[in-house]
């Protein structure tokens, strides 16, 4: 009888036990799993710190349940759908949260292989796929912005943009408004396209500013990651003023760059991690976010910016934002 109860009592515990491992593994079932793609590498990127950041303050507020993983992908971007990829065939996370205007035409054709992913993409656009919910900032506006003050601060009339590839982003909308801006501060300007050809080579970055500096061009914008580093090197050795995208760029080169035009992309990464875990995701939908909504905003309280730019410019400055933000004043 004792043989027995012992034997009862072993068979309890283990039953237990399972029911136990079961629960342990139906918990972790449940969890809430999200990826953040970073197409690059986190530390010198204000862009994808923004994107981590924001991912994470979102998770920390709203859900104990939730792991969040991240994956820098470096700047090769002929690896990114080899990782995103592998990403898929994990077949573990609930959304892949990443920013970069290429990735819409990377991901296509991924969904074709794992068709029940899905992507939250930031700085991109993509219509009409129930996989992908995307949101764009206004680079109408923030290129316009960034090219009026340039044309207004040039003194040549000369102006560059060296970015970092060719992408339909930049080809439609960043360089084509980018000189629409400078053209209506300044009808006679003119706007030199430089390619570098990756977004980390910053001796070539420098090479390039080097050489339109040579031509007479005097303010450059430099789309191009890691190489823009080289670009402001040389607009200091060269005394070329910068205009700055997507971040506060002025501490980079106090009295060279004269703005900085930025989106909150740390704002945008928390709300659709949070629209995501509150089961509000507007799957298959694009929206486009700018100054009147307060995701894209041009810095005029930089100490930086005061000192460099004269206060004639800077009210001609304030008042364009001013006329966006209030609707007199839209950029088409």
Known sequence: MKKLILLVAALSV????????????????????????????????????????????AVEENSSSTDVFIMEAGTTQSEWPGKITALCAENKYDVIISSN???????????????????????ATKEGDNNIHTVCYNQYEQSYITGYIGGLMSKSHKMALIAAQEYPVMNNIILPYFEKGAKAAESSTTVDFRIIGNWYDATKGAEI????????????????????????????????????????????????????????QEKMAKMVTQEFLNGKTPWGTAKMVGIKEGFVDFVQDDPNYISTVPEEIRNEMKSIIDNIKNGSLVIE
Do not use: H, R
């Open 14 to 57: 283990f039953v237990l036990s399972l029911g136990l491992i079961s629960c342990s593994k139906k918990a972790e079932s449940n969890k809430t799993s999200i990826a953040v793609f970073v197409p690059g590498i986190v530390d010198g990127s204000p862009v994808y710190a923004m994107l981590v950041k924001g991912v994470k303050a």
């Open 209 to 264: 500013a080097d050489a339109v500096s040579k031509t007479g061009v005097d303010v450059i914008l430099p789309i191009c990651g890691g190489a823009s580093q080289g670009v402001i090197t040389s607009a200091v050795n060269n005394g070329v003023y910068i205009t700055w995208f997507d971040d506060n760029g002025f501490s980079k080169a106090p009295g060279t760059i004269i703005s900085s035009s930025v989106m909150e």
């Open 101 to 123: 205007p290429s990735l819409p035409d990377i991901v296509q054709p991924i969904l074709q292989q794992f068709p029940n992913q899905k992507f939250i993409l930031l700085d």
